[in-house]
């Protein structure tokens, strides 16, 4: 099945790219006065599609800092809630690459049977994304990304324990009709170290698409479907199940340096191995919501 999965990954991105390759130039449209380094200025924004990201960077010499409020519901047996935030720093610190730190915590309040459980989580991370096309000169926009994050867990049970991840990403989007309607898909894998010692391994792989759509001058619509799979190793084998969700987004860029965006997803299908039942609440969560306030500098 992941075999299957990674396939059409493939013939996705590779559709993306050969879409790519024919010119989108406007006859009569002039250069821009300052060309971007590696930032097009036809781009659409990096949160308009939803949980799928664009492969749009920070410019060499610029920044933005971003909060993102979250929250997820919906498990097998009993009720579960989870509210997270995330604040994040992100700078063009040479040509086309953007490093980030970000700072997060959460909590999760459960009740399965008559126990009513509550769990904490903080932790900080650090990203580097690498541009390597752009619309501008090559017609579609390629990234790469890597981030690795520490995490300190505290829950009833366990007690305290660390989380450590790495994950690899990789992002692309495409101008499919100029200044109205664009494409993005993502591939990432994430892999995962929980202890304490000895640490217990895992990972998750995603898929993602969406399409955004700029319904008038800095607001968007868009629409998404992502599918997940959770792994009980770091590879791709040792399957614990997967899940595809669905959902739409909104973007609203308030002001030239204030943007907000929120986007809902919700699992439509999914399975978890070994129970004859469908989609996967162990391993995932039915709802899952975002809020995003990005500003830039």
């Given at each position: 099945m992941s075999k299957s999965i990674l396939r059409s990954g493939f013939i996705a991105f590779g559709a993306l790219v050969l879409a790519g390759s024919q010119s989108l130039a406007i006859e009569g449209q002039p250069e821009p006065e300052e060309a971007a380094v590696c930032d097009d200025l036809d781009d659409a924004p990096t949160d308009a599609f939803g949980f799928t990201d664009s492969s749009g960077i920070s410019d060499l010499g610029r920044g933005s800092l971003g909060?993102?409020?979250?929250?997820?519901?919906?498990?097998?047996?009993?009720?579960?809630?989870?509210?997270?935030?995330?604040?994040?720093?992100?700078?063009?610190?040479?040509?086309?690459?953007?490093?980030?730190?970000?700072?997060?915590?959460?909590?999760?309040?459960?009740?399965?049977?008559?126990?009513?459980?509550?769990?904490?989580?903080y932790g900080g991370g650090l990203e580097a994304k690498y541009r390597l096309l752009t619309?501008?000169?090559?017609?579609?926009?390629?990234?790469?990304?890597?981030?690795?994050?520490?995490?300190?867990?505290?829950?009833?049970?366990?007690?305290?324990?660390?989380?450590?991840?790495?994950?690899f990403k990789l992002l692309a989007d495409r101008i499919i009709i100029p200044g109205t309607l664009f494409g993005a898909v993502n591939v990432s894998h994430n892999l995962i170290w929980n202890g304490p010692d000895p640490y217990s391994r895992s990972s998750n792989t995603a898929f993602g698409a969406s399409l955004a759509w700029q319904v008038r001058d800095g607001v968007y619509l868009s629409g998404e479907v992502r599918h997940l799979r959770q792994q009980n190793s770091l590879g791709l084998g040792?399957?614990?199940?997967?899940?595809?969700?669905?959902?739409?987004?909104?973007?609203?860029?308030?002001?030239?340096?204030?943007a907000i965006s929120v986007a809902y997803n919700v699992q439509v299908a999914g399975h978890e191995r070994g129970r004859d039942r469908p989609l996967d609440l162990t391993n995932f969560s039915r709802h899952v919501a975002q809020l995003d306030i990005g500003w830039t500098f």
């Open positions: 909060l993102t409020l979250g929250g997820n519901a919906g498990v097998r047996e009993g009720r579960s809630l989870n509210r997270n935030g995330n604040l994040q720093g992100s700078y063009g610190l040479f040509p086309c690459l953007e490093v980030s730190a970000s700072l997060f915590g959460g909590t999760t309040r459960s009740k399965v049977a008559t126990e009513r459980l509550k769990d904490r989580s619309h501008r000169d090559h017609g579609v926009g390629l990234a790469l990304g890597v981030e690795t994050g520490l995490e300190r867990n505290q829950d009833r049970f366990t007690g305290q324990f660390s989380s450590y991840n790495t994950a040792n399957h614990a199940g997967h899940a595809t969700f669905m959902g739409p987004g909104i973007y609203w860029q308030a002001t030239e340096s204030l």
